[in-house]
């Protein structure tokens, strides 16, 4: 048999409900994996030995009373810090949360564990989930598999480490504007942002609330499109979440008859050499499946990074005012007053990056300028979101590259604006609600991973998934970085 | 990649900064400051570029799934959401089943 974090998360599952392996067998290998490499890599915050260990010998319990297991049973699945288990730190890769004891489950995480999912350990993050680097995090920056020296994206950069390097064959991600697509892509596997809605964000700390969604990064699209019939239910506890019955993901090797492709090569005009040729090359594999290429308006989305940043820092302004220091969190010990409290544990607890976007989003909705910059880039966002509209009346997906090149080296960004562009092509998803998927497209010249984004319209989540089964299945470029083959 | 950047340099200075530090309840270190200050007139001169679209004829976008415009009500009923004891553990000081803070009252003379 071959080594068990060789497996898609579907194989291993498969394997374990016909008694081939049992579910302490993998908790063990996976957890020897962590002990192994996560010291270089970062990826996880902390792991959950005891609670991963105990889980698999109820399912092992219940495997061998032939009761029936769930649709993840003895998947290792990472949650990214960002979203509670009860009784677990919940510390978003922020200071201000080192000591946050989560007192419920997060609806995703409750999901996963009714399917007999085993919850590994709690992913490194950028603070707040504010960066597309993972250099943001409070505690340590992640490392990309591929390359220790290089980023693996941000901010479920942590996800996307352990995922890529086998330490666990799923984790929950945050994408608020591309983060769980961009890391994915860095790091060579499958990243899924679903239709704004889908899934439930009670018990996910909120950063922008009209833009997050929470997805899966798995190694492969069968993967993502099982945890995506888990995930995706309607939860009374988020007002967002949308009332509609779980979609049912069968994926055809085949794409649909007549399936057509948008591409908007007036907006991807400057493309960089590497991700040109590479993006040229996915639209040869869906043009082999026998779609149909067609060229679609939206220009507007080069306005999308000045439109997130003024509506993501915004609302994240208003979201992160909780933290006060006051009902839980870090106090400030030298604070002698109310207001001592609120500004020092403030002061000693958010980041760098933290405190610049929280200042932003007060600006930019304070008197004077919400006119000019909240309320300009809400009807921005609205045009946005009708380009989108008319695009998806000619076609059924839109294919765009996820990133402006693969995965950069630590420190090599500095400016603010040259690191919030690199989400120049994640962003306008979620402006837009859109489900969006990143699936790996191939590797540049120095042997970094590359992906291509296949978006859809609200709602279209299963045919997003079934576009890019087809693609995976016809390009194969799913690898394990050579370092954590063994 | 290059993109259109319009750059009108905005009046972000100093004196806005300690007014949007006091509004925002956040205290920052001198380099902070600098850093913070810088950075906040690189990213508004950088948004300006949203001059360029014409939204007069534009809606304001107030909701993210078109076709699903209805509000998510339900009962008002009361439920065992979360309790005292639990909500409290994650307190950073507390005294009597309530959260302590330093006194807001001055007593009067």
């Known amino acids: 048999m071959k080594h068990l974090h060789h497996f898609s998360a579907t194989e291993l599952r498969d394997a374990f409900i016909k008694g081939e392996v049992s579910a302490v067998k993998i908790v063990e290998t996976f957890l020897s994996r962590i002990d192994k490499h996560n010291k270089k890599l970062g990826a996880f915050l902390s792991v959950l030995n005891t609670r991963a260990l105990l889980k698999a010998e109820a399912l092992d319990k219940k495997r061998a009373h032939n009761q029936p297991c769930g649709k993840m049973a003895a998947i290792p699945v990472a949650i990214k810090d960002n979203m509670h288990i009860m009784g677990e730190t919940t510390t978003c890769g922020s200071k201000f949360l080192s000591n946050y004891k989560a007192p419920f489950n997060a609806t995703s995480v409750h999901l996963l564990e009714q399917e007999d999912a085993i919850l590994i350990g709690k992913t490194n993050m950028d603070e707040f989930a504010m960066g597309s680097s993972n250099e943001n995090s409070a505690y340590f920056p992640a490392q990309n598999p591929w390359n220790l020296k290089r980023v693996p994206g941000g901010s479920s950069g942590g996800s996307a480490a352990a995922v890529a390097a086998r330490l666990s064959l799923m984790a929950t991600g945050s994408d608020t504007g591309g983060s769980i697509r961009q890391p994915a892509a860095f790091c060579g596997i499958v990243g899924y942002k679903p239709t704004y809605g889908r899934v439930s964000r009670y018990g996910l700390v909120a950063f922008g609330s009209s833009l997050d969604q929470i997805g899966p990064l798995t190694p492969t699209v069968a993967d993502a499109a099982l945890s995506m019939e888990v995930l995706g239910h309607h939860c009374p506890r988020d007002a967002t979440s949308l009332d509609l019955p779980p979609d049912s993901y069968r994926l055809s090797k085949s794409l649909e008859e007549g399936a057509t492709i948008g591409v908007p090569w007036s907006f991807l005009e400057n493309l960089k050499p590497e991700i040109r040729e590479n993006f040229n090359q996915s639209i040869e594999v869906m043009k082999s499946l026998g779609a149909k290429i067609v060229d679609v308006d939206l220009d507007v989305i080069k306005y999308s990074i000045a439109v997130y940043y003024i509506l993501a820092t915004a609302e994240a302004s208003t979201n992160l005012a909780r933290f006060d220091g006051i009902r839980y969190g870090v106090r400030s010990k030298e604070a002698k007053t109310l207001e001592e409290i609120y500004e020092n544990s403030r002061k000693n607890g958010f980041g760098r990056e933290v405190k610049k976007r929280i200042m932003l989003g007060t600006y930019v909705l304070s008197a004077g300028y919400q006119d000019a910059y909240y309320k300009k880039a809400q009807k921005v966002r609205t045009q946005i979101m009708d380009a989108f509209d008319q695009a998806f009346g000619s076609c059924d997906i839109v294919m765009m590259p996820v990133t402006t090149s693969g995965a950069f080296e630590h420190s090599s960004i500095m400016d603010p604006v040259e690191m919030y562009l690199q989400d120049i092509f994640t962003v306008s998803a979620n402006l837009a609600g859109l489900p969006a998927i990143s699936v790996p497209s191939g590797y540049n010249k120095i042997g970094m991973p590359l992906g291509v984004q296949m978006i859809g319209a609200q709602m279209c989540d299963v045919s997003v998934m079934q576009t890019a089964y087809a693609y995976e299945q016809a390009s194969q470029h799913c690898r394990i970085p050579r370092d954590y083959e063994a | ?109």
């Open chain 2, 1 to 109: 990649m290059v993109f259109l950047i319009h750059i009108y340099m905005s009046n972000f200075d100093h004196q806005t900064l300690e007014h949007l530090k006091k509004l925002c309840r956040i205290e920052c270190t001198e380099e902070e400051d600098a850093d913070i200050l810088n950075s906040l007139n690189r990213v508004l001169d950088f948004a300006a570029q949203l001059n360029e679209v014409n939204t007069e004829n534009t809606k304001t976008c107030r909701y993210v799934l078109r076709g699903m415009l209805k509000n998510q009500m339900r009962e008002d009923e009361v439920k065992d959401v979360l309790s005292r004891e639990k909500f409290l553990a994650n307190a950073p000081d507390q005294i009597g089943g309530m959260i302590r803070v330093p006194s807001v009252l001055k007593p009067s003379s």
